[in-house]
């Protein structure tokens, strides 16, 4: 498709083209939204009695009054109370009666029901939205599943002299959230602003206070480094990821069941008369577009590869990297292979640091998915209780580095037994003694254990068995069993050379970049280069200050 000259019209019939083609596998949405509900409800009521037809008679047989206008009511109260993206994954209760109101992809094609289930979700697309019943305003487009509209876009073309700047103060001030619609994890649950070049999103809406994020691939494509903002794309808009790749049906809905994230924190506040009171903020974390890319491209290599690989993940901070590592390990712990299978015993979250990362085992305990249980080893725990939960096959643990060189010869070895380990800050200590025996803890096979005694030994004769060299290419070997997944900000070279990917030169790279400049172009970290000044400058400065005409040199260094 061309952009040149393009009007907002034509901008947006291009995008809704796409929606509506196979691949995007929405179909035109022709229901009229009843706005004081906050549904399309034909749509809604007629996904309810195709898929539940049972559940659907018990409700009739209680409301025989205006039961479709009920089951709204029901499901609206649901929404108030318990949020959407609840609703969305486990179906609400009224009476006794369980409704689901969407069904997810299974992971595995063996399962036939669920597959029948999920092909009945009606996804569609609608182009202005008149969302009020007190006004005749509308937005560009809304993506609706089974007559709920959760995902809003205000398209903006630079042709016509506008951009997400207009987009992102039309939301601000022209949109009230106190609309059904509007309200925080009630229906919408984000709000774009996209024009042809850069793409910024929100999951809720305050007035002026409506805080917005970047949600760009970055200026050399996603997992590159670079800066900010987006490639060109020599087939299209530069921004027609979101709506080919974010967006379409089967990725939209990945989305929903497994990134979308209600975050609440308890923060103390001063009341007037003193005291302190708790208070729960929610918030919903929707992945910026290089925490989705990179869980999924993660995902993807363990798919096609197999166990027995390692990565790199190098993002900068101000990335996430604690929801980035969560994401991952929910997703490896429900890895499946074409048997069902569970690829992964267990997936072991390992931070370099003595006492846990607290924001990480928040962020992780806190993932509301139904793979299991989720074990953090913290300073309340020792090495048997991290023993033990990697034996008892727990799906997700958390611990720290230093509880490894005690449990190393007392871990099961059983047969067919794979691990994915998760690094946080993978540090050159990563690749010290620690980490060795970290890697014959889990080995799976007899072979693995003879070569780490091997050797051992060999250190022992030959070398001090402090030598960090021959800890170094012990922990190099790669086990079948073991998959390694390596965040950190700055890499050192041993780092890479453990967890990096090697190319033919013989260099090895990250798997996957969030640049600190992208961070700084951003906003989400400072550019101290462009806030330093030289101790000869300061100095200069002082002395011509007035009252300070003596300065002494020590101060300025100072």
């Not at 994954?89 to 597959?115: M, V, W």
């Amino acid at each position: 498709m061309s952009i040149d000259n393009t009007t907002e019209k034509q901008f947006e019939s291009d995008i809704e083209a796409l929606f509506l083609s196979p691949a995007g596998g929405y179909t035109k949405g022709a229901d009229t939204y009843d706005p004081k509900l906050g549904f399309y409800v034909h749509t809604l009521i007629d996904f309810i009695q195709r898929t539940q037809p049972k559940e659907w008679a018990r409700f009739t047989n209680q409301n025989k009054l205006e039961p479709e206008r009920k089951f709204c009511l029901a499901l609206d109260a649901a929404c108030e109370s318990l949020g959407l993206i609840t609703i969305l994954r486990h179906g609400f209760k009224h009476r006794g009666i369980t409704f689901h109101i969407c069904y997810f992809k299974p992971e595995s094609d063996l399962n036939q029901t669920a597959a029948a289930q999920y092909a009945a979700n009606v996804t569609e697309v609608y182009r202005q939205w008149h969302y009020s019943a007190d006004n005749n305003k509308s937005v560009d487009m809304v993506l609706v599943l089974n007559g709920i509209p959760i995902f809003a876009f205000e398209l903006k073309n630079q042709y016509t002299g506008q951009t997400v700047d207009h987009a992102r103060r039309q939301w601000m001030y022209d949109r009230d959230p106190r609309e059904i619609c509007f309200q925080f994890n009630r229906r919408i649950l984000a709000y774009f602003c996209v024009d042809h070049t850069d793409v910024w999103m929100t999951t809720k809406l305050a007035g002026k206070d409506t805080y917005f994020l970047p949600f760009n691939q970055g200026s050399n494509g996603a997992g590159n480094d670079g800066g900010k903002g987006n490639p060109p794309n020599p087939n299209g808009y530069p921004t027609a990821y979101l709506w080919e790749e974010v967006f379409q049906k089967d990725s939209m809905m990945d989305i929903l069941q497994k990134f979308i994230h209600l975050q609440v924190r308890e923060e103390k506040k001063q009341t007037q008369d003193g005291s302190e009171k708790v208070v729960r903020r929610k918030s919903l974390v929707f992945p910026r577009y290089h925490q989705l890319d990179v869980v999924r491209k993660l995902i993807a290599d363990v798919r096609a590869n197999g166990v027995g690989h390692n990565f790199l993940v190098q993002h900068s901070a101000g990335s996430g990297k604690s929801n980035s590592i969560a994401w991952t390990a929910y997703r490896l712990a429900s890895l499946h292979d074409k048997d069902s299978k569970a690829i992964f015993s267990s997936v072991i979250v390992v931070t370099d640091r003595t006492v846990l990362d607290a924001q990480l085992q928040e962020t992780i305990a806190g993932f509301d998915h139904t793979i299991g249980a989720v074990e953090t080893i913290g300073e309340n725990k020792n090495s048997k209780d991290l023993r033990d939960a990697i034996n008892n096959g727990v799906r997700i643990i958390v611990t720290t580095l230093q509880k490894f060189p005690v449990i190393y010869t007392e871990v099961d070895k059983a047969n067919g037994r794979n691990y994915a380990i998760i690094v946080d800050e993978a540090h050159s200590s990563q690749t010290g003694n620690s980490a060795l025996k970290l890697k014959a803890a889990l080995a799976d096979t007899e072979e693995a254990l003879r070569e780490y005694a091997e050797l051992e030994g060999k250190a022992e004769e030959e070398l001090d068995p402090d030598d960090k060299l021959m800890q170094e290419m012990v922990v190099h070997g790669k086990h079948k069993n073991l998959s390694f997944f390596a965040f950190t900000a700055t890499p050192k070279d041993k780092t890479l050379e453990l967890f990096g990917t090697e190319h033919e030169d013989g260099s090895f790279h990250p798997f996957h970049i969030y640049s600190m400049r992208q961070a700084i172009e951003e906003g989400f970290i400072l550019d101290v280069l462009q806030n330093y000044m030289t101790y000869d400058t300061c100095f200069k400065i002082a002395k011509t200050i007035p009252d300070n005409p003596d300065v002494p040199s020590s101060r300025a260094a100072n």
